[in-house]
């Protein structure tokens, strides 16, 4: 096969959760939301991002806070978005967002035939 082309790498569409204000959200890690979470947390971004299990409130928080930058909202109103009844389809959904943001390494390689 061909190589990976910049449409197909570019392909996340994001995961979809529905907070308390009862409207759905899309998830996606970007370039900003991903340099924004870089100038909170440093170089341990990744480490931060992968541990992510629901037991540190303050990350979660921070890490929607990043991912909703573009709606506009403080990091305090992003947090009255994530009630406890809510908690476990957040963390659910930043897991799957996070997955789909990273590059499938491998199967491009083995695509390019490099």
Known sequence: MGKTTKAEIMKDEGTKVTLADGKKYDIKFDLNSMCTLQEKFGDDVITVLTGI????????????????EHEGLTEKEV????????????????????????????????ESGK
């Open 53 to 68: 299990d629901g037991s540190d409130f303050k990350i979660i928080r921070t890490v929607l806070f990043a991912l909703f």
């Open 79 to 110: 947090g009255s978005l994530i009630t406890m009844a809510n908690m476990s389809s957040v963390v659910e959904a930043l897991g799957q967002a996070l997955g789909d943001a990273m590059p499938e390494l491998e199967s491009t390689q083995t």
